[in-house]
């Protein structure tokens, strides 16, 4: 994708127990493993509507090595590359080289990832909390 809000197909997959590559028009940097504090500037989209990548290159190199890291790694459930042919067609070989064990092992941690940040429950409560925060604001 070029450009995604969320991807509900990437959460469907993960939830299957498949390890997903995906491109960096969606936002789910999560796929790498790390926390979302340590790569929330990588996709921000700054003023001028351009993605700031180029503004943190740091993160950008340490982020090229985290794809690069072995596979069940750090909670690692999938690959997230730069939308082109090349990188996508890169993705592809890797998670075909890899071990039936080792594919499973990044569905398994894709399938943490879902049930810890994605069930109804879990987005139920984080709506409601906004709703309450919302209507405290209102009182004030």
């Known amino acids: 994708?070029?450009?995604?809000?969320?991807?509900?197909?990437?959460?469907?997959?993960?939830?299957?127990?498949?390890?997903?590559?995906?491109?960096?028009?969606?936002?789910?940097?999560?796929?790498?493993?790390?926390?979302?504090?340590e790569l929330s500037t990588i996709s921000r989209v700054d003023a001028t509507g351009e993605r700031g990548e180029r503004a943190n290159t740091?993160?950008?190199?340490a982020l090229s090595q985290l794809n690069k890291l072995p596979p069940a790694a750090n909670g690692r459930c999938g690959w997230w590359v730069d939308v082109a042919v090349a990188p996508l067609a890169e993705a592809l070989r890797e998670a075909m080289?890899?071990?039936?064990?080792?594919?499973?092992?990044?569905?398994?941690?894709?399938?943490?990832?879902?049930?810890r940040k994605y069930r109804w429950e879990?987005?139920?409560?984080?709506?409601?909390?906004?709703?309450?925060?919302?209507?405290?604001?209102?009182?004030e």
């Open 1 to 37: 994708s070029r450009s995604e809000n969320f991807g509900i197909v990437v959460a469907e997959a993960l939830a299957c127990g498949v390890p997903v590559i995906t491109t960096k028009g969606a936002p789910w940097s999560e796929l790498l493993g790390m926390g979302e504090s």
């Open 58 to 61: 740091p993160k950008l190199n």
């Open 122 to 139: 879990t987005v139920a409560e984080k709506m409601a909390c906004v709703y309450r925060k919302f209507s405290a604001n209102l009182r």
């Open 97 to 115: 080289s890899l071990t039936d064990e080792a594919r499973r092992a990044m569905g398994e941690n894709g399938q943490r990832l879902v049930e």
